[in-house]
């Protein structure tokens, strides 16, 4: 359930960005500013960078470039965020809107672990 | 970058905790075959497939044969082997060529690559060819991917318990199926799980000591380099269970190449893949599938063949390739 309230707002930032991109005239400048976005490249079954400092508000997008699936897991209980699995290419994303430190590793493959910092 | 080495047949103790440097090397040359394992009683002797006219008629039979596949991966179509279907089939061709028929298999997980229904179907379809009609299946971490192994269980683990595990006799011989992939935890390998260890110690307390043990599960049961994840976190409680016994074999699969190490009363054995080869520990960035010349390709895939004589305290595992 928890999980569901995390898509919802994961979805409402994306699609804050689609609307954006669309060129919606009804945008006002202060409260449509475009999210920050940070990338994770997972590679040779780790995540790079393996730590991520961003600002509060930052989409953070993971791409799998391994010819293996794997997932991004967050470790804190309850999860904060939890990819399907990801195959070859296939991306996931979370807008991080809280700071805090989050770990988080590939449930596939668990030594494979990596952390954003949000200040 | 893969090469082939003529010296396949290995059999070498270790008493000693951890991995010995220069054994290990040596168990990596035999990578890339197939093994034919024979139960004798207690020391498992192994011989690689490709040697397999070399290997005496009499160190072939036994009381109970039976072969290991591992690591099919169904759905895997990468430049490291686009057609893992034609070689799963070339394996169960190679399993309805043996000598010594095989009465049942143990697919030691990774069925399929992304857990989805039709991999499944299609490994089904495919093994329905092999001779032995009987199949015991484990799960490996590509098997459970979406529902916490849910639909696994409900094709593959009719009369298993909690999360899939389950033991069962053949001609006195008694088999363990174990699951390792499931909760893994950051940072950590393979678990087994307190649930498992209790019924373990459990399914095995009433045993005869001279009950030959056979221990099957996806992930190695031994530490063959835990820096890539290969190893599990709580074998050493599982293995404590087995020390009254004379003979334990434990067979994995995970690391798509054969390794052989006998500690004690315990011979492991790790198969190869029917999918993909993946590199030596420690010889590339990562693990994952390994890219070989296409004609080289079924020179490093492979089916595991094991034998089991009474009185004889040997199970042979014989490796082969499917070139």
């Known amino acids: ?119 | 970058m893969f090469r082939r080495k003529e010296k396949n047949e290995i059999l070498h103790d270790h008493n000693n905790d951890g991995i010995d440097r220069r054994g290990f090397l040596k168990c990596m040359a035999w990578a890339g075959t197939g093994a034919f394992c024979v139960m004798k009683g207690g020391v498992l002797s192994s011989y690689s497939l490709s040697r397999i006219a070399e290997v005496s008629a009499a160190d072939m039979m036994g009381e109970l044969s039976f072969a290991q596949i591992s690591d099919s991966h169904m759905g895997f179509n990468k430049p490291a082997n686009p057609d893992v279907a034609g070689t799963l089939k070339a394996a169960v061709e190679k399993i309805n060529g043996l000598s010594e028929p095989p009465e049942f298999l143990l697919h030691t997980g990774d069925i399929s690559h992304l857990s989805k229904p039709e991999e499944f179907d299609i490994v089904e379809q495919i093994l329905k060819d092999a001779r032995p009609k009987e199949v015991f299946y484990v799960p490996g971490e590509h098997d459970v991917l979406n529902d916490d192994g849910k639909s696994f269980l409900e094709r593959f683990g009719r009369g298993s318990k909690g999360g899939g595990w389950y033991s069962f006799d053949k001609k006195g011989v008694h088999f363990i199926g174990l699951v390792n992939v499931m909760n893994l935890k950051a940072g950590g390998l393979g678990t087994l799980g307190h649930e498992q260890l209790e019924w373990m110690e459990d399914d095995v307390k009433h045993l005869k000591h001279s009950t030959p043990i056979v221990v099957f599960a996806h992930i190695p049961l031994w530490s063959v380099y835990p820096e890539w994840g290969w190893g599990t976190e709580d074998s050493a409680q599982a293995l404590a269970y087995l020390k009254k016994f004379g003979s334990v074999t434990v067979l994995n699969g995970h690391i798509h190449q054969t390794m052989q190490k006998v500690e004690g009363n315990v011979t492991f054995h790790t198969a190869a893949s029917t999918a993909f080869p993946q590199p030596q520990p420690g010889k590339a960035d990562s693990p994952g599938p390994m890219k070989v010349p296409a004609e080289q390709l079924k020179s490093v895939l492979g089916i595991t063949d094991v034998n089991y004589v009474q009185g004889k305290h040997a199970l042979a595992v014989v490796d082969s390739s499917l070139a």
């Open chain 1, 1 to 119: 359930m928890r999980r569901s309230v995390f898509t919802g707002g994961l979805l409402a930032a994306l699609g804050m960005v689609a609307g954006m991109a669309g060129g919606s005239g009804s945008c006002t400048a202060s409260a449509q500013q475009k999210p920050a976005t940070a990338d994770v490249k997972i590679d040779n079954f780790s995540f790079g960078p393996a730590e991520l400092t961003v600002p509060v508000g930052t989409i953070v997008t993971w791409t799998n470039r391994d010819d293996i699936p794997h997932t991004v897991v967050s470790t804190d209980d309850p999860k904060v965020f939890k990819s399907k699995v990801l195959d070859t290419d296939e991306k996931f994303s979370f807008a991080f809107s809280k700071a805090g430190t989050y770990s988080y590793f590939c449930s596939i493959h668990p030594k494979m672990t990596g952390k954003v910092v949000v200040q």
